[in-house]
């Protein structure tokens, strides 16, 4: 008891005496808050970006600078290869040509004489057949692996033996089976744009959280609802992966499908040009090649953005 009476007398000396913290000045506080509260418009003025334009104009040059100049660097690293002449044209011969070839790209003179836009219309139309089966056959099945096991211990064997098969492998049997040169070519397409799609699909059915389905379960909800409610949201970013890989590899086989079947198209178009010796025209081919991959890509990247944010 002594103890805790000399504890308690120690720290009652030290504590504060009560005059001293009532009289702290409460004055300039009140200043400061009306100070703060009086002009809600300066606050405003501060918070707002000085110069909207010009913050707007920054952030589009910063998004547009570095591929203009990328692409400047490319043409000039072209010109100065090609500075000496050689067997390829330089830029200034290439545009020239391409003012020729786009002054009217949509001539026919007959179905082995076509402008450029026909030939790349032809293309992205056995693209889109055989891309657009691909994505009918392939997300479905993709779906499937995914939820049952068994199912995908008895494909993923077959798919993993098929898969690595270069995509001009497939052209023969599509010849030898269709006896024409345009399914032969969607069938390539086909069979080289599925497997992302069924992977892709099939990996974020995988990745589902059992919780999920464990609910559904005691729901009792059906598959079909299981499918459309729960795993087709979840599965949204990995399937629509699937497609933008798929797109790639269809339009990349595309080029190389049609030199080795002829017809209308702009593989066909490149090796005709090839047997005309006019090399400017297949720069022009690859440049065309490339901006319209990109342009499909971009493209559904942008819808994979939009999807993606109305599903969440």
Known sequence: MSTTLTMRGEFAGELPAKPETETVPVKPVKEKT????????????????????????????????????????????????????GSIPGPVVVWQAAAELF????????PNDQGIGWNVLASLERVGLGFGLAALVGIPLGFMLGRFAFLSAMINPIISLLRPVSPLAWLPIGLLVFQKADPAATWTIFICSIWPMIMNTAQGVQRVPQDY???ARVLDLSEWKVVTKILFPAVLPYMLTGIRLSIGTAWLVIVAAEMLTGGVGIGFWVWDEWNNLKVEHIIIAIFIIGIVGLILEQA?????????????
Not at 103 to 110: E, K, Q, V
């Open 34 to 85: 009306m100070e703060t509260h009086a002009n809600p418009a300066t606050q405003a003025a501060a918070a707002a970006p000085a110069n909207p334009f010009g913050e707007m104009l920054s952030n589009a040059m910063r998004a547009v600078l570095p591929p203009v100049l990328g692409v400047l660097l490319l043409v000039g690293i072209w010109y100065v290869a090609t500075l000496k002449g």
């Open 103 to 110: 002054a009217d790209p949509f001539y026919n003179n007959g």
């Open 213 to 215: 389905l464990n609910v």
């Open 300 to 312: 559904l990247i942008l819808l994979a953005k939009k999807l993606t944010k109305e599903s969440s």
